[in-house]
Nanobody
Framework: QVQVVESGGGLVQPGGSLRLSCAASGFTFSSYAMSWYRQAPGKERELVATISSFGSIYYAEFVKGRFTISRDNAKNTVYMQMNSVKREDTAVYYC???????WGQGTQVTVSS
């Protein structure tokens, strides 16, 4: 079955960097778009970025110029490079496969000094 597993979260200082990974299985990874969402405490889950099967990318306004989504079809993995992080980036980050409405378990990112 479709499965996605996130990793790479942790504690990072404001202005620092972190790279999240999402390993996918159970479907033809290269054929489908992949997304990153996040959910902060007390807030609704929100879309961060999406990358299509052919490389077209969408970013939410609040991460433009700071986060970079990419994919490695040979490794069935999608990445989120997070640079210049801010305290408001603190959230659980989820990998999502829109075609199958499949979510990962999430990885916690905490931005704090």
């Amino acid at each position: 079955q479709v499965q996605v597993v996130e990793s790479g979260g942790g504690l990072v200082q404001p202005g620092g960097s972190l790279r999240l990974s999402c390993a996918a299985s159970g479907f033809t990874f290269s054929s489908y778009a992949m997304s990153w969402y996040r959910q902060a405490p007390g807030k609704e889950r929100e879309l961060v970025a999406t990358i299509s099967s052919f490389g077209s990318i969408y970013y939410a306004e609040f991460v433009k110029g700071r986060f970079t989504i990419s994919r490695d079809n040979a490794k069935n993995t999608v990445y989120m490079q997070m640079n210049s992080v801010k305290r408001e980036d603190t959230a659980v980050y989820y990998c999502y496969v829109p075609r199958f409405s499949s979510w990962g378990q999430g990885t916690q990112v905490t931005v704090s000094s």
